[in-house]
């Protein structure tokens, strides 16, 4: 019998420590027998990725940013995200909607309202019943204090038009992703991205282990070094 697919997004502040489980979390479900896509947003498709570029290099006002990630959104999951889930596959996405909330919502000051109904044309009409909005599974929520983000970033990498951002910001976009996780307990899984990497690599894989999506050897062994 074929198992069902599993669509899994991972959130938090820039330098919450994302980027850096990723890969280690597809690996785990790949030695157990699944198929994993993993892909990003904004981005994931060639329109979706040209998108990106613009919405992380071009000044523009909050609209016209909301605009194009959610267009990007759509191409994303018409041509990578649902046909991967139709197959039975899991997915393992770097950021979706709620970095909306989060970054253009309580970041920039965005009205809800408007990312609400952009988030249920974006997100309705693609999956098997046609009445239904996507949303994740599971977010995984990475949750950091700005002030520690900002020291990960410092020196890291070249910072994008959101890294750029003072820490004001992040406390903003902080607190959107608790609002959206207060909003929806169910779907998130709150790790405390403070703690060491292996102890946050612990954290992640017992959600899935708790979950029973990943066999209990996983969550001693692997990860990130
Ligand atoms: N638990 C951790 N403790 C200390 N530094 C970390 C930890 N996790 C990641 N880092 C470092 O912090 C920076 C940001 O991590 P990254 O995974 O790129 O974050 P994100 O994808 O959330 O922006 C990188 O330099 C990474 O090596
Ligand atoms: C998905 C998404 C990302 N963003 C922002 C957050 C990040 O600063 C940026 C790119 O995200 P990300 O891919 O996490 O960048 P990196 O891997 O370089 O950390 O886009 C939004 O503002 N809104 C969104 O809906």
């Not at 909301?66 to 994303?76: C, E, G, V, Y």
């Not at 046909?83 to 970095?99: S, W």
């Not at 599971?138 to 950091?144: K, S």
């Not at 976009?173 to 405390?192: E, I």
Request: proline share 5%; hydrophobic share 45%; glycine share 8%.
């Amino acid at each position: 019998m074929s198992r069902p697919g599993l669509f899994i997004t991972f959130e938090g502040i820039d330098g919450a420590g994302k980027s850096s489980h990723i890969e280690g979390l597809a690996a785990a479900f790949r030695s157990q027998g699944r198929t994993v896509t993993v892909s990003r947003e904004p981005g994931g498709t060639p329109l979706a990725e040209k998108l990106r570029e613009m919405v992380l290099n071009d000044p523009m006002d909050a609209l016209t940013e909301s605009l194009l990630i959610f267009a990007a959104r759509r191409d994303h999951l018409r041509n990578v995200i649902e046909p991967a889930l139709a197959r039975g596959e899991v997915v393992l996405c770097d950021r979706f909607t709620d970095a909306t909330f989060a970054y253009q919502g309580a970041g920039r000051g965005f009205d809800l309202g408007v990312l609400a109904t952009l988030e249920r044309l974006a997100q309705t009409g693609l999956a098997p019943d046609a009445d239904w909005m996507r949303e994740p599974d599971l977010t995984v929520w990475f949750d950091l204090a700005p002030e520690v983000a900002a020291e990960r970033l410092a020196g890291a990498r070249v910072p994008d038009r959101f890294e750029a951002q003072p820490v004001e910001f992040f406390r903003r976009v902080a607190q959107g992703y608790a609002d959206r996780a207060a909003a929806a307990p169910q779907r998130f899984a709150r790790l405390d991205a403070a703690q060491e990497r292996h102890r946050v690599w612990q954290q992640l894989t017992s959600v899935f282990v708790r979950k029973g999506w990943l066999a209990i050897m996983v969550a001693t062994q692997g990860g990130p070094q």
